[in-house]
């Protein structure tokens, strides 16, 4: 991966698909009493009806979405930083013929609280990988900064998470955002290194999204330097978007762009961004970062920002609404 920074053919919930796709377990209890939230975060609410959304995302609008990494109006590419571009790209390197890549991600079985999440900025329509997480309100949704505000574009409208999300089919639905939320450093200049963000979704047949797939745990201000599995849903060659990939490895610092996010082991392109980092192996650690971006003359490490006081300001403004 070099790389910074896609609905199914059939959206109606199937119980035996659903029983099938069950990987993450029964619903994480939520915290009990609201957080107090510090004032260095940024909210928009979402006013899109679930029937608005379900008639806006055809199979086709899904199908067709771009990988969140090319809205990149910011020009990180000109830094030799890029939001997950394609497998293989080098912006700084010399043109040559390139060998075919390789996939090196894992592809593990959905899960259940694992997706995608497809939204609109500036009239196009994009896709990122997100994860349902503990809350208050048990209705909120992890991933990165750049899935839901561009400094040029604005915020994402028309926001939609789509759990355990695999070929097409969608077992637990379609769930539409009410609210976004993320932090003041990225909402104001676009830094990398908050590039995190939460959406609140609203209930679904009567239940709300923990209640329906699970939720992780989250973690904040906690040491560098842990070991992490990724999980998201690569789009660009040489992956489709259609099913669930991960990486795994331990974290270091960022060397090259100075940074304050850290960077694993993976090859995972555009599309996968916004995908959770759980400590440890496997789906049901704690989160702790998401995938967000990497540099074109380093190939195969992919950067996650460090989930201290702003993220967590973030999480916590989006877990009280």
Request: contains cysteine; proline residues 6%; hydrophobic residues 35%.
């Amino acid at each position: 991966m070099n790389s910074r920074g896609l609905k199914a053919a059939v959206l109606a919930a199937s119980t035996l698909m659903a029983t099938a796709l069950m990987t993450g377990g029964p619903a994480q209890a939520a915290p009990q009493t609201p957080l107090k939230a510090p004032a260095a975060t940024i909210s928009h609410a979402q006013t899109d009806s679930q029937d608005a959304l379900e008639a806006y995302w055809t199979p086709e609008r899904m199908k067709n979405a771009k990988p969140g990494n090319t809205i990149n109006s910011q020009g990180w590419g000109e830094q030799g930083r890029s939001i997950m571009p394609k497998a293989g790209a080098d912006a700084l390197a010399a043109p040559q013929p390139k060998a075919a890549p390789v996939k090196r991600a894992g592809s593990p079985a959905p899960v259940s609280h694992i997706g995608k999440v497809f939204f609109t900025l500036g009239g196009q329509n994009y896709v990122c990988s997100a994860n349902s997480v503990q809350s208050f309100n048990q209705s909120t949704v992890a991933t990165a900064g750049h899935c839901t505000y561009d400094i040029n574009a604005g915020w994402a409208s028309k926001f939609v998470f789509v759990p355990a999300y695999s070929n097409g089919s969608a077992p637990y639905g379609m769930w539409s955002a009410t609210s976004l939320h993320s932090t003041s450093e990225w909402i104001s200049r676009n830094d990398i290194s908050y590039d995190g963000a939460f959406a609140v979704v609203a209930p679904l047949n009567g239940r709300t999204l923990a209640a329906t797939v699970g939720a992780s745990r989250i973690g904040f201000n906690l040491a560098r330097g842990l070991t992490y599995t990724a999980y998201g849903y690569p789009a660009a060659a040489p992956f489709n978007g259609e099913s669930l990939k991960n990486c795994y490895g331990t974290a270091s610092r960022d060397r090259i762009g100075g940074t304050q996010s850290q960077g694993i082991p993976c090859d995972m392109t555009g599309g996968s961004s916004g995908g959770p980092w759980f400590i440890g192996s496997g789906s049901s650690g704690t989160q702790n970062s998401v995938n967000s971006f990497g540099y074109n003359t380093q190939k195969n490490v992919m950067y996650g920002p460090y989930f201290g006081s702003s993220i967590q300001s973030a999480y916590t403004n989006a877990s009280n609404r």
